[in-house]
């Protein structure tokens, strides 16, 4: 037989894949033969591309056998794998993260060294791939991270975005949109595989066949889109352990349009197909706020559907018994996007592999579990029915009829209480019939979390309260992490090596080691070299900032950050009227200038392109900025600095120069915040309110290196109850009023008062985040913050004691409780 002459016999052919010496000799020798071999070029002739793009081959080449390895045994092997639905996974660079994990950093620079190439141009054209808005796809990336690092068989899955979150500029100071071609030079960390697409299938109708004497649904889609699978390795740090993040990309299938080919319009019929590839051509740019599009919930589908075929397909094994997939996945739904996965999983059991009804929904609610990563009732999904049903039809059998069996459920418990069923049922009636996605998750979940105490805590009490009440078993608290490895020992390597000298290498994968600081801070000598750290922290990030054609840092100043998404609800307007009311203090003379603490006001933020409030506050803080900079009664004591584009390669340089964290939002409206967690830990004292992570970081650090302020959130809610003018607050305070009507006189806008009006009228008469109510509090704050900072040594002391308290906001550890009290998986060896 021929199958038996085609048996590998040459010994290469049978040896395990084995990776290349790992020496400076061997890596270089693996460079210059992919710089060869796979850009075609030699190294004379090659240019930083080509540099980069061999690099980033040579680094896969040594993670390659185990990647190979821990994929084979991902089938064989018992453990339960943690499948992360996500529409978001905001990466970052990849060379710098994937070289530390492979512990290839030193040998690598000398390599480079060693062929005449200069590292950090080579570094420089790496484009992040930004596949992702914010805090939710950022997220992700540190959980994934840190589930490599811990052994945890995991596959990430998402949507490979052919464009990312938009390329931010800056016209006149207002915000630009362009399309962010992350893959135009290349894409070296993913690997595609057509030949492993899963068709995924749309719109058309159900109907109901007899088989052998059981009556069974099926659906009959009228379209099709092709999911091929883009595999990116997720190295884990220093324990061998390479994961997969797979991401899908839409394709169409090869069955043109039959009839419009036919008749002749062979463009026409290309068309079709360009329609299909448009699900995953771009990332919605909505951070907390979906525009409920059609093909938003085809991008939604499209991932879910194509993963849990791939699980059970690919990974699994053969002939599984489906009883058992409990044991062998949890399905992690990152927020309501991948909620859709609910239904589908049920009409591939029920349909597709025909178990009954009862069995399958038994089987679901055990392998899905969902985090709501909001507050805002605007944020959380819902999805008009007749667009679900016409998009996916079937789905919206299965949605109702678990929607039935759900309330019927809830009738047994609480009786015909109407108002609580309509409460409380997936379908909301108003303002028109649609699905609450959160509610779906809630009901199928065998676990729900929020991101912190606090959102926790609100999410029982509020948003899914009846749900609570239901299933109080049903919900826990998981505070959220970030990634030590990328947001300490890669952002901020001068400080890694401090902390290394003092306390040994061990932290970067047990972060609670940094409590071995506190020690040292007040230690005068460890002092001066955690401040000099910071210096030149701030002289990085300047050249950084100038190499980017913006102002350097001044020497002296103390540096102020307020880095996240631009909302409303994060309140970067109340920052803006602190920085007008000393402004106005100093050009009216009611400060003295030689008094005022020299600061630096940074801001890194992308607003939604739709969101004209958001954007009109980008444009006053550029406003701001061009005239307190440049006047010269300050006399250089004041610099806003707005950096275009922030995003995950920014934040890695500002993040290790920042003296103060601004985290500033309503309190009850952060849900967690990680950029928070990320200063802290690199020494930056936190401003905030009691919001969020917030509190625990407080809590943590404690009261005497955190400068709190503001109302907390139930001062909030009874505010709102008893009925909140903000006008009044304006009247009574004459600094807030001056520092407003300097901005509606015109004085940031060339004397045109019609630019801020609407900014300036929302503030007076509506101001749904209350930034007028908590002023006054957040001046004194600022006050107390520089007498604080007049006292070098006492400050730096507390930002030693932020660095050593902030261990517990390592992502490690939030994996670990999300494998304790979610998941209830094991890493494996
Ligand atoms: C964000 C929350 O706003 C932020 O507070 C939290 O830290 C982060 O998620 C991670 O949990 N939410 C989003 O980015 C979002 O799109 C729907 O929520």
Same mark, same amino acid.
Not at 153 to 175: C, K, L, M, N, V
Not at 198 to 205: E, K, P, R, V
Not at 594 to 612: H, S
Not at 794 to 805: D, E, M, T
């Given at each position: 037989?021929k199958?038996s002459?085609?048996?590998?016999t040459h010994?290469?052919a049978v040896a395990?894949v084995?990776?290349p010496?790992?020496?400076v000799?061997g !890596?270089?020798?693996q460079?210059?033969q992919?710089?060869n071999?796979?850009?075609?070029?030699?190294?004379?002739t090659?240019d930083?591309?080509?540099?980069?793009?061999?690099?980033?081959?040579?680094?896969?080449d040594?993670?390659?056998?185990r990647?190979?390895?821990?994929?084979?045994?991902?089938? =064989? %092997?018992?453990a339960k794998?943690?499948?992360?639905?996500?529409?978001e996974? /905001?990466l970052?660079?990849?060379?710098?993260? +994937?070289?530390?994990?492979a512990?290839?950093?030193d040998?690598?620079t000398?390599?480079l060294?060693q062929?005449?190439?200069?590292?950090d141009?080579v570094?420089?054209?790496?484009?992040?791939?930004?596949?992702g808005?914010?805090?939710?796809?950022?997220?992700?990336?540190?959980?994934?991270?840190s589930l490599?690092?811990?052994?945890?068989?995991?596959i990430?899955y998402?949507?490979?975005?052919? #464009?990312g979150?938009f390329?931010?500029? !800056?016209?006149?100071?207002q915000?630009?949109?362009q399309?962010?071609?992350?893959?135009?030079?290349?894409s070296p960390w993913?690997?595609?595989?057509p030949?492993?697409?899963q068709?995924?299938s749309?719109?058309g109708?159900?109907?109901?066949?007899?088989?052998?004497?059981?009556?069974?649904?099926r659906?009959?889609?009228?379209?099709?889109v092709l999911?091929?699978?883009y595999?990116?390795?997720?190295?884990?740090?220093?324990?061998?352990?390479v994961?997969?993040? $797979?991401?899908w990309?839409?394709?169409?299938?090869n069955? @043109?349009?039959?009839?419009t080919?036919n008749?002749?319009d062979?463009?026409?019929?290309?068309?079709a %197909?360009? @329609?299909?590839?448009?699900i995953?051509?771009?990332l919605?740019?909505?951070d907390?706020t979906p525009?409920?599009?059609e093909l938003?919930l085809q991008?939604?589908?499209?991932?879910?559907?194509?993963?849990?075929a791939d699980?059970i397909?690919n990974?699994?094994?053969?002939?599984f018994?489906?009883?058992?997939?409990?044991e062998r996945?949890?399905?992690?739904?990152?927020?309501?996007?991948?909620v859709?996965g609910?239904?589908?999983?049920?009409?591939?059991?029920?349909?597709e592999?025909?178990l009954?009804?009862d069995a399958?929904?038994?089987?679901t609610?055990?392998?899905f579990?969902?985090?709501?990563? =909001?507050?805002?009732?605007?944020?959380l999904?819902?999805?008009?029915?007749?667009l679900l049903g016409?998009?996916?039809?079937?789905?919206?059998?299965?949605i109702?009829?678990?929607n039935?069996?759900?309330? /019927?459920e809830v009738?047994e418990?609480?009786?015909d209480?109407?108002?609580?069923?309509?409460?409380?049922?997936i379908i909301?009636?108003?303002?028109?019939?649609?699905?609450?996605?959160?509610?779906?998750a809630t009901?199928?979940?065998?676990?729900?979390n929020?991101v912190?105490e606090l959102?926790s805590?609100?999410l029982?009490d509020?948003v899914?309260?009846? *749900?609570?009440?239901m299933?109080?078993?049903?919900f826990?608290?998981?505070?959220?992490g970030?990634?030590?490895r990328?947001?300490?020992?890669l952002?901020?390597?001068?400080?890694?090596?401090?902390?290394?000298?003092?306390?040994?290498?061990?932290w970067?994968?047990?972060?609670?080691?940094?409590?071995?600081?506190?020690?040292?801070?007040?230690?005068?000598? @460890?002092?001066e070299?955690f401040?000099a750290?910071k210096?030149?922290?701030?002289?990085r990030?300047?050249r950084?900032?100038?190499? $980017?054609?913006?102002?350097?840092l001044d &020497?002296?100043?103390?540096?102020?950050?307020m880095i996240?998404?631009l909302?409303e609800?994060?309140?970067?307007?109340?920052k803006?009227?602190?920085?007008?009311? =000393?402004y106005?203090g100093?050009?009216?003379?009611?400060?003295?200038?030689?008094?005022?603490?020299? $600061?630096?006001?940074? !801001?890194?933020a992308k607003?939604?392109?739709?969101?004209?409030?958001?954007?009109?506050?980008?444009?006053l803080?550029n406003?701001v900025g061009?005239v307190v900079?440049a006047?010269?009664?300050?006399?250089?004591?004041?610099?806003?600095?707005?950096p275009?584009?922030?995003?995950?390669?920014?934040?890695?340089s500002?993040?290790?120069?920042?003296d103060?964290?601004e985290?500033?939002s309503?309190?009850?409206?952060?849900?967690?915040?990680t950029?928070n967690m990320?200063?802290a830990?690199n020494?930056?004292?936190?401003i905030?309110?009691?919001?969020g992570?917030?509190v625990?970081?407080?809590?943590?650090v404690?009261?005497? +290196?955190?400068?709190? !302020?503001?109302?907390?959130e139930?001062?909030?809610?009874?505010?709102?109850a008893?009925?909140y $003018?903000?006008?009044?607050?304006? %009247?009574?305070?004459?600094?807030l009023?001056r520092?407003?009507d300097l901005?509606?006189?015109?004085a *940031?806008?060339?004397g045109?008062?019609?630019v801020?009006?609407?900014?300036v009228s929302?503030?007076l #008469?509506d101001?749904? *985040?209350?930034a007028?109510? &908590?002023?006054?509090s957040?001046?004194?704050?600022?006050?107390?913050v520089?007498a604080a900072?007049?006292?070098?040594d006492?400050?730096?002391r507390s930002?030693?004691?932020?660095?050593?308290?902030s261990?517990y *906001?390592s992502?490690?550890?939030?994996?670990?409780?999300y494998l304790?009290r979610?998941?209830?998986?094991?890493?494996i060896?």
């Amino acid at each position: 037989d021929k199958s038996s002459e085609l048996r590998p016999t040459h010994p290469l052919a049978v040896a395990p894949v084995v990776a290349p010496a790992a020496s400076v000799d061997g !890596f270089t020798k693996q460079f210059l033969q992919n710089l060869n071999f796979d850009q075609g070029v030699t190294l004379s002739t090659s240019d930083v591309n080509d540099q980069y793009l061999a690099l980033a081959y040579t680094v896969r080449d040594y993670l390659m056998a185990r990647w190979f390895d821990d994929r084979a045994k991902q089938k =064989t %092997q018992q453990a339960k794998t943690v499948c992360y639905l996500s529409a978001e996974y /905001l990466l970052g660079r990849q060379l710098d993260n +994937n070289l530390l994990a492979a512990r290839l950093t030193d040998i690598a620079t000398e390599a480079l060294a060693q062929c005449g190439i200069d590292f950090d141009a080579v570094r420089a054209v790496e484009i992040e791939p930004g596949l992702g808005n914010g805090g939710l796809g950022r997220l992700a990336a540190c959980f994934i991270d840190s589930l490599a690092t811990m052994s945890v068989p995991t596959i990430g899955y998402g949507i490979r975005y052919e #464009y990312g979150i938009f390329r931010q500029s !800056f016209a006149d100071g207002q915000q630009i949109e362009q399309p962010d071609a992350w893959t135009r030079m290349g894409s070296p960390w993913d690997f595609a595989h057509p030949e492993a697409a899963q068709t995924i299938s749309f719109a058309g109708h159900t109907e109901t066949y007899d088989d052998e004497g059981v009556t069974r649904s099926r659906w009959i889609p009228e379209w099709n889109v092709l999911a091929v699978p883009y595999n990116m390795m997720v190295p884990g740090y220093h324990n061998g352990r390479v994961n997969t993040l $797979r991401l899908w990309r839409a394709v169409a299938t090869n069955a @043109f349009d039959l009839h419009t080919f036919n008749s002749g319009d062979y463009v026409e019929s290309v068309r079709a %197909q360009t @329609f299909a590839e448009n699900i995953s051509k771009v990332l919605y740019p909505e951070d907390s706020t979906p525009q409920g599009k059609e093909l938003r919930l085809q991008q939604q589908y499209f991932f879910v559907a194509a993963s849990i075929a791939d699980f059970i397909e690919n990974v699994l094994p053969d002939d599984f018994d489906l009883e058992k997939l409990p044991e062998r996945v949890i399905f992690q739904l990152n927020d309501t996007h991948p909620v859709i996965g609910v239904p589908e999983l049920m009409r591939v059991l029920v349909d597709e592999k025909k178990l009954e009804w009862d069995a399958a929904w038994a089987i679901t609610q055990k392998c899905f579990a969902y985090t709501c990563h =909001t507050l805002l009732p605007e944020a959380l999904e819902v999805w008009p029915v007749d667009l679900l049903g016409r998009l996916l039809p079937r789905h919206l059998e299965i949605i109702y009829r678990i929607n039935d069996d759900f309330l /019927l459920e809830v009738r047994e418990r609480f009786g015909d209480d109407e108002m609580l069923i309509r409460n409380m049922s997936i379908i909301g009636e108003h303002p028109s019939r649609s699905v609450r996605m959160a509610y779906l998750a809630t009901v199928a979940g065998s676990k729900v979390n929020g991101v912190a105490e606090l959102h926790s805590q609100l999410l029982r009490d509020n948003v899914l309260k009846d *749900f609570a009440q239901m299933w109080p078993d049903k919900f826990t608290n998981v505070t959220n992490g970030v990634t030590p490895r990328r947001f300490l020992r890669l952002a901020n390597p001068e400080l890694s090596a401090l902390i290394t000298e003092a306390l040994g290498a061990g932290w970067t994968v047990d972060l609670e080691r940094l409590r071995g600081l506190e020690a040292l801070a007040d230690d005068a000598d @460890f002092r001066e070299r955690f401040a000099a750290v910071k210096a030149s922290n701030k002289r990085r990030l300047s050249r950084v900032l100038e190499a $980017r054609g913006e102002a350097p840092l001044d &020497d002296g100043h103390l540096l102020d950050v307020m880095i996240k998404r631009l909302h409303e609800y994060k309140r970067q307007t109340l920052k803006v009227l602190h920085i007008v009311s =000393t402004y106005e203090g100093i050009v009216s003379g009611r400060l003295d200038v030689d008094a005022v603490q020299p $600061r630096t006001f940074l !801001f890194g933020a992308k607003a939604a392109p739709g969101y004209g409030m958001a954007k009109r506050i980008i444009h006053l803080i550029n406003a701001v900025g061009d005239v307190v900079s440049a006047d010269e009664r300050v006399q250089g004591k004041l610099k806003v600095l707005y950096p275009a584009n922030y995003n995950v390669t920014l934040a890695e340089s500002i993040i290790p120069a920042a003296d103060l964290s601004e985290q500033i939002s309503l309190a009850g409206k952060e849900a967690s915040g990680t950029g928070n967690m990320k200063l802290a830990l690199n020494g930056a004292l936190t401003i905030g309110t009691d919001d969020g992570a917030n509190v625990e970081i407080r809590k943590l650090v404690g009261d005497d +290196n955190f400068f709190l !302020f503001g109302m907390s959130e139930p001062e909030v809610e009874a505010l709102w109850a008893e009925g909140y $003018r903000p006008a009044d607050f304006y %009247q009574e305070d004459g600094e807030l009023r001056r520092a407003i009507d300097l901005i509606a006189s015109g004085a *940031f806008s060339d004397g045109d008062r019609s630019v801020f009006e609407p900014l300036v009228s929302n503030l007076l #008469y509506d101001d749904r *985040f209350m930034a007028l109510a &908590d002023f006054r509090s957040y001046l004194d704050a600022q006050d107390r913050v520089d007498a604080a900072y007049a006292d070098q040594d006492a400050w730096v002391r507390s930002a030693i004691l932020n660095v050593a308290r902030s261990g517990y *906001f390592s992502s490690d550890r939030a994996m670990r409780d999300y494998l304790d009290r979610i998941w209830h998986a094991t890493p494996i060896s």
